[in-house]
Nanobody
Framework: VQLQASGGGLVQAGGSLRLSCAAS????????MGWFRQAPGKEREFVAS????????MYADSVKGRFTISGDNAKNVVDLQMHSVKSEDTAVYYC?????????????????WGQGTLVTVSS
């Protein structure tokens, strides 16, 4: 199974950016897909997740109201729409998949990871 993230780039503060992640490879069904990010010198942190059953979403407080996670379970695709970006949103963004039941903000509980896509917010 491979997760391919795309859509990163340079964006001005206050602007918008959309990240996408697609899973490919052997057939698998994820329970939850999420986005995490890691800034230089910092630990990887939770950004948002979507549980396919009921389309339940969770967000980090730092992005709530600015970012929206959405996706298509049948296609194993998840997107992250980012609005009103700030300099502190600069990081490498990773998509991840969790195949066991339960919601989690802990990156250790996600078993599949994409390669990351860099988002740089200029002020």
């Amino acid at each position: 199974v491979q997760l391919q993230a795309s859509g990163g780039g340079l964006v001005q503060a206050g602007g918008s950016l959309r990240l996408s992640c697609a899973a490919s490879g052997r057939t698998f069904r994820s329970y939850t897909m999420g986005w995490f990010r890691q800034a230089p010198g910092k630990e990887r942190e939770f950004v948002a997740s979507i549980r396919w059953i009921g389309l339940y979403t969770m967000y980090a407080d730092s992005v709530k109201g600015r970012f929206t996670i959405s996706g298509d379970n049948a296609k194993n695709v998840v997107d992250l729409q980012m609005h009103s970006v700030k300099s502190e949103d600069t990081a490498v963004y990773y998509c991840a998949a969790r195949v066991v039941a339960g919601d989690s903000r802990d990156p250790r509980e996600y078993g599949y990871w994409g390669q990351g896509t860099l988002v740089t917010v200029s002020s």
